[in-house]
């Protein structure tokens, strides 16, 4: 994967281009992202047109990761094929509470942005 850009807009570094390998068998395609960012969220759109199984998670490491696999067309010798993504949040996404949804061959997400609650100033005691 093509890592994120230095100083990437939280929507530059979830639609950031993506290498992968077509040589491996079965070769496995990397959807593109359609990202529109709103003040609230990022909301992330995929098509996965004959898309199956699709499955999300996000890791440790606040990487959304998107798996599935897609029935081959006739011409092909496989059976089907694998896709498969993995982006870095923006740090201002609260991966807590992102939702998604899957259907007729489109990917759905949104990722709230965390609630900035501005400066905070602590008294501490005895000064």
Do not use: W, Y
Request: hydrophobic residues 35%; negative net charge.
């Amino acid at each position: 994967m093509a890592a994120p850009q230095q100083n990437a807009t939280g929507a530059e570094q979830l639609a950031a281009p993506v290498a992968f390998n077509l040589d491996v068998n079965p070769p496995v395609l990397a959807p593109e992202f359609k990202v529109t960012e709103q003040s609230e969220a990022f909301d992330v759109k995929a098509n996965m047109q004959g898309g199956e199984n699709v499955r999300l998670g996000v890791t440790n490491d606040r990487v959304i990761h998107i798996v599935g696999e897609k029935k081959a067309d006739e011409t092909s010798t496989e059976k089907q094929e694998t896709f498969q993504r993995a982006v870095p949040l923006p740090e201002n996404v609260d991966e807590t509470k992102i939702t998604a949804s899957f259907s007729e061959g489109e990917l759905k997400m949104n990722l709230p942005k965390k609630v900035d609650t501005g400066a905070r100033q602590t008294a501490i005691p005895g000064c």
